[in-house]
């Protein structure tokens, strides 16, 4: 029972690391609101996250808004489950895309949260006198939602090339336990080019900069075991997320009739110092996302992608200064019925030797308006 007590408060160690660079006032943060870095949809997920030019479905308003112009006809629903780290980190996506004025504009809106439930709060686990009382701990949530709202509209149709462009309002709700909240608003904005066979993606995310406000809220007993135990007590920070690029394109290749291959490209170009990525400057950093896609009378699908290049130290070394090249692998598969498409993805959390591999599946499907349910019935 001990052990396991231990085990769940490196939890709660975490959260305070992850807490402490927005103690520093107005400074751009790296890695900030990072769960919306996860993805959306299983199709994006097996991809390897290179979807910023090919994107066509709900899920645009994550990947590109750009993208939901091609939504046509129906309201379609896109809804994704996915769990992290044996349960006990919980991932939900929820997405609506509503196309109007004839198809050539589209409105969405996107709901993520991202969760850790039952973290143990072991800040009185210790008496004064020394003694452990385990009935002092409880358990708290850390929980990061965010929602987008998106508008895409059409802005070149030709025989030759289509043209779109797409805006995301992103509100951000940060909460970890009764200890801290943040609430957070940014802009994003794209813009996809397709032509016969290939695409074309470009998505500005946090445009203006994404401003998280983060005040806390300590009770004054929590302040004295803070103060004890030499941790800082913030009051009111300002966390702010820079600007970043994702530039990309694919290419159709038809093999026959009824077989198209689409391998898709994309660079995600960060500006908020050197990260450990495939390109990494004091000031920009590029990391790729590589995909594709087998889809047979586009009705199956089968998918692969490479993302998250870094160096790390090899396995094998023993005075730990060998670094390689890591990458995290992904597969997938999906099948669409009618107006109900399901995806399939296997990923990887870490990199191609660690076992940290994670199953999810994502549904898709269409809501038919009343004007051609009325027309369907009537159509013999």
């Known amino acids: 029972m001990e052990n396991n007590y231990i085990g769940r408060s490196v939890y709660l160690i975490m959260l305070i690391i992850l807490l402490s660079p927005v103690i520093s006032f107005a400074q751009f943060a790296e890695y900030s609101n990072e769960f919306l870095n996860i993805g959306a949809g299983a199709r994006g997920l097996a991809m390897g996250s290179a979807q910023v030019a090919s994107v066509k479905d709900g899920t645009a308003g994550y990947w590109n808004p750009a993208g939901l112009v091609g939504v046509k006809g129906d309201v379609t629903v896109d809804l994704m489950h996915a769990e992290y780290f ?3 980190g919980k991932y939900d996506y929820g997405a609506i895309a509503v196309p109007i004025q004839d198809n050539k504009r589209t409105l969405g809106l996107s709901v993520l949260r991202f969760a850790v439930d039952d973290i143990p709060n072991t800040l009185f686990l210790v008496q004064p006198d020394g003694s452990v009382n385990y009935n002092n701990i409880q358990s708290f949530s850390s929980a990061d939602y965010a929602v987008l709202l998106s508008f895409a509209q059409n802005v070149k149709e030709s025989k030759d090339m289509n043209v779109s462009f797409g805006l995301n309002a992103k509100i951000i709700y940060r909460k970890v336990g009764s200890f801290a909240t943040a609430y957070g608003f940014g802009i994003d904005a794209g813009i996809q080019a397709h032509g016969e066979r290939w695409h074309f993606g470009a998505v500005a995310k946090d445009l203006t900069s994404t401003f998280n406000a983060w005040t806390f809220h300590f009770t004054d007993a929590q302040k004295q075991v803070l103060y004890l135990t030499d941790n800082n007590i913030p009051v009111k920070s300002t966390e702010i997320t820079a600007p970043s690029l ?53 009705v199956f699908f089968i998918r692969a992608g490479i993302t998250n290049f870094q160096q790390g130290l090899a396995d094998g070394d023993t005075l730990n200064q060998k670094r390689v090249w890591i990458y995290q692998p992904s597969l997938g598969a999906g099948f669409k019925i009618k107006s109900i498409t399901i995806d399939y993805a296997f990923t990887n959390l870490a990199n191609q030797s660690s076992p940290l591999y994670t199953n999810v599946f994502s549904l898709r499907f269409g809501l038919k308006g009343k004007k051609e349910e009325e027309h369907n019935t009537s159509t013999p």
């Open 86 to 88: 044996s349960g006990i």
């Open 246 to 298: 994702v530039i990309g394109g694919g290419y159709d290749i038809r093999i026959s009739r009824s077989i198209n291959i689409s391998p898709e490209a994309s660079f995600n170009v960060t500006f908020d110092g050197k990260r450990n990525t495939v390109i990494a400057g004091n000031t920009i950093s590029l990391d790729p996302h590589i995909g594709v896609e087998a889809s047979v009378k586009d």
